[in-house]
């Protein structure tokens, strides 16, 4: 069986948004023994990776791990909440936005969409004047991973506060990598994923739920089984998941949490910021056009326009198959318009560096004159500063 194609996929130099690089103490974790997850064992496995994410989420409130991916968080969080017919206000600011919006109707939600043009944050006077007493729920992005901007949740949660409705928070890409303070910022739904600043393979998502939550989850009436937030709570006061976990995931999220810890949550946010400064300076020093704007610019990923008459999805092809470079698309509107640049996990300023000097030479390679030098300097210096 031909092999090679897997081996240049393994080797190449991963910038995208997800599934993040994956440190080598994580991938070994998942080799351990398989363990009965109705044991003692695992009970204090699942005790300890969930005080852990505890702080990670800033909540005195259990996460509960589900063995789904980031939409499948999304979709506990809407029907664990929510009965059909609710009316909620769906914060749309890019393809993720959209995605939580569809869920929501998907299910017989009624949802007034709030568009935000794609590279733009959300304005939180703008949600004010579309609250009308008759929502339930504001569903919003922390990071908006198709344009690389993050919304002022801190503000719109404030708001439900005020108004009433409860605020859900698809935090899958941005937990960790972009401030998210649970509790203080009093978020009644969050929902992150393991494959994104994590630093763990896809298949786990985690859910926080708050008080308010929880009460509007007795009368919610939208169809769930496998998604029941009750049925794991319920379980994990046992040490125990309602149905089978992904064992070796949650493996690899014990050490995961202890690479996070070790670095601490306030130094892995600096990296990031420090990160998507790199990216930034990086980037406009070759003359590429970026989407967001910096003050709303994302710690988790760049989208950057290439040049003019160069297609996007070309020069990804070209930095795949001769450098080894993996680079993510446009989605939505920008398909094709655009690349993104993921620099989020465990992601340090040497592969910064490395992926700007690939990109400028595929920039060379398709008649384009860059100063690579110029550009790296310019990336250096912004992640010293």
Same mark, same amino acid.
């Given at each position: 069986m031909?092999?090679?194609?897997?081996?240049?996929?393994?080797?190449?130099?991963?910038l995208v948004p997800g599934p993040t690089p994956v440190p080598g103490r994580v991938l070994r974790a998942q080799a351990r023994a398989m363990m009965n997850h109705r044991a003692p064992a695992f009970r204090k496995l699942l005790r300890a990776v969930t005080d852990g994410l505890q702080w990670c989420f800033g909540t005195a409130s259990d996460p509960l791990i589900l063995t789904a991916s980031g939409t499948g968080g999304l979709e506990a969080a809407l029907v664990n909440t929510l009965s059909p017919g609710d009316r909620v206000l769906a914060v749309i600011s890019g393809a993720f936005g959209?995605?939580?919006?569809?869920?929501?109707?998907?299910?017989?939600? !009624? !949802?007034?969409?709030?568009?935000?043009p794609w590279g733009q944050a959300a304005d939180v006077a703008a949600v004010a004047e579309r609250l009308d007493?008759?929502?339930?729920?504001?569903?919003?992005?922390?990071?908006?991973?198709?344009t690389g901007v993050v919304n002022p949740v801190q503000q719109i949660a404030a708001l439900c506060r005020e108004r009433g409705p409860l605020c859900l928070v698809d935090a899958i890409?941005?937990?960790?990598?972009?401030?998210?303070?649970?509790?203080a910022w009093g978020v009644d739904v969050a929902v992150a994923g393991s494959q994104k600043a994590f630093m763990i393979p896809p298949g786990l998502c985690f859910v926080t739920m708050s008080?308010?939550?929880?009460?509007?989850?007795?009368?919610?009436?939208?169809?769930?089984?496998?998604?029941?937030?009750a049925a794991a709570a319920k379980t994990l006061a046992k040490g125990e998941n309602p149905w089978t976990p992904a064992v070796s995931l949650v493996y690899a999220l014990f050490d995961a949490l202890? !690479?996070?810890?070790?670095?601490?949550?306030?130094?892995?946010?600096?990296?990031?910021?420090?990160?998507?400064?790199? !990216?930034?300076?990086?980037?406009?020093?070759?003359?590429?056009?970026?989407l967001a704007a910096d003050d709303v610019a994302s710690p988790a990923v760049t989208a950057v326009f290439p040049p003019d008459g160069l297609p996007a999805d070309e020069l990804r092809k070209h930095l795949r198959e001769r450098y080894r470079c993996e680079l993510a698309g446009g989605q939505g509107p920008l398909k094709g318009a655009l690349m993104r640049v993921g620099h989020l996990g465990y992601v340090q300023e040497p592969a910064i560096l490395q992926g700007v000097a690939l990109l400028a030479q595929?920039?060379?390679?398709?008649?384009?004159?860059?100063?690579?030098?110029?550009?790296?300097?310019?990336?250096?210096?912004?992640?010293?500063?």
């Open positions: 031909d092999r090679s194609w897997l081996s240049a996929a393994e080797e190449a130099l991963l959209q995605r939580f919006a569809d869920i929501a109707a998907a299910y017989g939600a !009624v !949802v007034d969409r709030l568009e935000v007493g008759s929502q339930q729920a504001v569903l919003c992005t922390l990071n908006e991973t198709s890409s941005g937990l960790m990598a972009t401030p998210l303070e649970v509790d008080d308010r939550a929880w009460q509007a989850q007795r009368t919610a009436t939208m169809p769930r089984f496998y998604f029941d937030l202890e !690479v996070i810890e070790d670095e601490g949550p306030a130094a892995m946010l600096a990296r990031h910021a420090r990160l998507r400064d790199g !990216v930034r300076a990086g980037l406009r020093s070759l003359g590429l056009r970026l595929a920039l060379a390679d398709h008649g384009r004159p860059v100063d690579a030098a110029a550009a790296l300097q310019a990336a250096r210096e912004a992640m010293s500063g």
